[in-house]
């Protein structure tokens, strides 16, 4: 198993950047591939983007393509994702994820189901 803790999300303004984290403890860290996910009020969770267990792959939903980086460190058992430019509809509750210990093949990145792990989230808010 593996346990994970995001951080980071805060009230920003438009155009922003921002850095959250997600610390994970538990099980190799480099077993999982990691991804990121948010929720906005009345909207179901969606697909932010994913990276495989050395980071050598990854993958964007295309509404944050450009201005969304993720990436790892391995030796610190953390995943990042790098916001920038952000706007008012990146407003959400992000969530930290991680697959259930097999890593994924890059055509599951995003799919929500093939995530067995789940941070608590970190609320970004963007204010225009």
């Known amino acids: 198993q593996v346990q994970l803790v995001e951080s980071g999300g805060r009230l920003v303004q438009a155009g922003d950047s921002l850095r959250l984290s997600c610390a994970a403890s538990?099980?190799?860290?480099?077993?999982?591939?990691m991804g990121w996910f948010r929720q906005s009020p009345g909207k179901e969770r969606d697909f932010v983007a994913a990276i495989s267990r050395i980071g050598d792959r990854v993958y964007y939903a295309e509404s944050v393509k450009g201005r969304f980086t993720i990436s790892r460190d391995n030796a610190k058992n953390t995943v990042y994702l790098q916001m920038n430019n952000l706007k008012p509809e990146d407003t959400a509750v992000y969530y930290c994820?991680?697959?259930?210990?097999?890593?994924?093949?890059?055509?599951?990145?995003?799919?929500?189901?093939?995530?067995?792990?789940w941070g608590q989230g970190t609320q970004v808010t963007v204010s225009s």
């Open positions: 994820a991680a697959d259930r210990g097999y890593g994924l093949e890059y055509a599951k990145f995003q799919l929500e189901g093939e995530y067995g792990y």
């Open positions: 538990g099980r190799a860290f480099s077993s999982y591939t």
